[in-house]
């Protein structure tokens, strides 16, 4: 366990928090004027190693430091900040306040428009920034060069296994009902495909490309299909033989023999990537978060909806299931792109063509 103190005076900032892996919908911006809910559960915290905020860059293909930073695709613009920014539930800060005349650029609510708008009590000195603008995940990001991590306790944090996780059977529901700024929930909701899923399938989609070599790729029938098998078909050209995706993981039997990419889980913890003894080095991981992983390999028959009304607490009620959204599954756009600039297969001209016609892929509903 950790707390976070100021670097300029020491005073502390969090309660106790334990790390676990950054969420793929970390950056995520959904929609427009929707209310997200926190982003971090109460207890933890994620390190960001990529560089956030100002300064910025303007991209240069011929600059050799935007690839050693992992920029290898046309991009607006990049971040020189400092790396290893720390995100935290709001909740969980202590001995910080709101800078108000730091408080522009907002459209519901906070975001990152001018640097950090938070300040530690006891000296002033600027520690964090506090998010919870419409369709922006809800969060306190602390600033890495103004804050110090110090272990509160010589107890190793416990963590779990595979095997571990698997009995927990944290799944994260492919939908769930969305809600639009200022809208209580009940009146002006809709169901629809989790925000999660979208980012997660945005992050794996990247990956699959990047892997497929110009070749069609298949992935398992099914709610795997659903999310990823319309996209992949429409970005990749067919005439070749396909390359298999399956779904390999703890819990499964081992992947079969003509399985070129697996779709595994990270472990929520540590951000380990699953990988199966003896892997041939020609088979290629992509990551799928764990709570999404859990419920393409092992999906419960239905989402069941809360009691309400005189039930007892805990009760949950089976019928009806939860709505189906009406809209077909859309990859997120955002995570997407991130994503692949990312990765050096992004160099290539197939995936740059991909990367500039990214408007009119979501024109057709893909993003």
């Not at 982003?39 to 600059?63: C, I």
């Not at 996209?231 to 003509?258: E, I, M, N, T």
């Not at 199966?276 to 069941?304: C, D, I, K, Q």
């Amino acid at each position: 366990m950790y707390i976070f103190v100021c670097a300029g005076c020491g005073a502390r900032l969090t309660v106790p928090l334990s790390q676990v892996v950054l969420p793929a919908h970390a950056h995520q911006k959904y929609g427009n004027g929707v209310q997200l809910p926190v982003l971090m559960e109460s207890g933890t915290f994620a390190v960001d190693p990529k560089r956030l905020g100002p300064p910025w860059r303007r991209w240069d293909e011929t600059d050799p430091e935007a690839a050693a930073r992992d920029i290898h695709a046309p991009s607006l613009s990049w971040s020189d900040g400092t790396p290893g920014t720390v995100v935290i539930a709001p909740g969980d800060t202590r001995g910080a306040v709101l800078i108000p005349e730091k408080a522009g650029g907002y459209c519901c609510g906070l975001d990152w428009g001018e640097g950090p708008n938070m300040a530690c009590e006891a000296c002033g000195l600027p520690v964090a920034s506090r998010i919870d603008d419409c369709s922006l995940w809800q969060a306190v990001w602390l600033a890495p060069d103004a804050v110090r991590r110090l272990p509160v306790d010589n107890a190793a944090p416990t963590t779990l296994s595979w095997a571990e996780l698997l009995v927990e059977g944290k799944r994260t529901p492919p939908y769930e009902p969305i809600t639009r700024w200022g809208s209580p929930l009940g009146s002006g909701h809709r169901w629809s495909w989790s925000p999660q899923w979208e980012a997660a399938a945005g992050r794996a989609l990247a990956h699959l490309l990047a892997v497929s070599d110009g070749q069609p790729v298949t992935v398992p029938h099914g709610l795997t299909a659903e999310v990823f098998q319309r996209a992949l078909d429409a970005l990749l050209p067919g005439g070749r033989p396909a390359r298999h995706a399956v779904l390999a993981g703890p819990g499964l039997s081992g992947p079969d023999a003509d399985a070129d990419i697996l779709l595994v889980p990270i472990h929520p913890q540590t951000g380990e990537t699953w990988s199966p003894a003896g892997r041939p080095a020609s088979t290629y991981p992509v990551p799928l978060p764990f709570g999404v992983w859990m419920w393409l390999a092992f999906p419960e028959p239905h989402l069941r909806l809360p009691a309400s009304g005189t039930m007892p607490d805990g009760v949950v009620r089976d019928d009806p299931p939860v709505p189906h959204p009406h809209q077909l599954f859309q990859v997120d756009q955002g995570i997407f792109q991130h994503t692949l600039t990312q990765l050096p297969a992004a160099r290539s001209p197939r995936l740059r063509e991909i990367l500039e016609n990214l408007t009119q892929h979501m024109r057709f509903g893909l993003f």
